[in-house]
């Protein structure tokens, strides 16, 4: 079957850096994208990926390895505005989007 | 530009109920998308309409249908309402058919379901 991995939570603190880690396994792969989502709204679109490397838009950047199945999103600075889910998807050989179950991230002063 | 709408925002069921939940996607988007959300879960896909035409559809029973209109506002419709099926039902709408990161998702606030 096809499968996305996130942490279900990480805890940062403002100012700080952090990493969400995404794994997947799926059936082909025709990009990656990363979404935000605050509690109550609409998840909003931050990056994509389709080749290998880092992906970078100001305070956010988001890595790709295919050949590992793995990608990561890199959040610099952190604000307390940042608290919220993070999702993950990846889409696969026909290009359907197959999503993680979310990171929420918490993010402390 | 107005966004993705959806309405109802809220809704209150009893068991064995139905619900229609609607949305207008962005102007000049042509596909749209109906996503389940619940607590612990990924995004579950449901189904996803271009110009009208059901193209995919996910692993839900069949007491869950879409359709779209000529201008491209969608509905989904839940017959036979479980205490299951709450849930919140995302809509999103895409310009083309192949999404890339010049062709994305964009998603509307949700429709969330209560069923009592």
């Known amino acids: 079957g096809q499968n996305i991995d996130q942490p279900t939570e990480m805890t940062a603190t403002e100012g700080a850096i952090v990493q969400i880690n995404c794994t997947y396994q799926?059936?082909?792969?025709?990009?990656l994208f990363w979404y935000q989502q605050n509690a109550g709204e609409a998840p909003t679109f931050l990056s994509y990926n389709v080749l290998d490397g880092l992906e970078e838009k100001g305070r956010f950047s988001s890595f790709l390895s295919r050949s590992k199945g793995y990608s990561y999103l890199l959040l610099k600075e952190l604000q307390m505005k940042d608290s919220a889910s993070y999702l993950c998807a990846v889409m696969d050989s026909n290009y359907q989007l197959i999503w993680g179950a979310g990171t929420k991230l918490i993010i402390k002063p | 530009k107005a966004g993705v709408t959806q309405t109802p925002r809220y809704l209150i069921k009893t068991r064995g109920q139905q619900v229609t939940l609607s949305c207008s996607p962005i102007s000049g988007h042509r596909s749209v998308s109906w996503y389940q959300q619940t607590p612990g879960q990924g995004l579950q896909f449901l189904f996803e309409y271009f110009s009208e035409t059901q193209r995919n559809k996910g692993n839900f029973p069949g007491r869950f249908s879409g359709r779209q209109f000529s201008n491209s506002r969608s509905e989904m419709n839940v017959s036979t309402l479980e205490l299951g099926d709450s849930a919140l039902y995302l809509c999103?709408?895409?310009?083309?058919?192949?999404?890339?990161?010049?062709?994305?998702?964009?998603f509307g606030a949700g429709s969330r379901l209560t069923v009592l």
């Open positions: 799926t059936s082909g792969f025709n990009g």
């Open positions: 999103a709408s895409s310009a083309g058919q192949v999404l890339s990161g010049a062709n994305v998702l964009t």
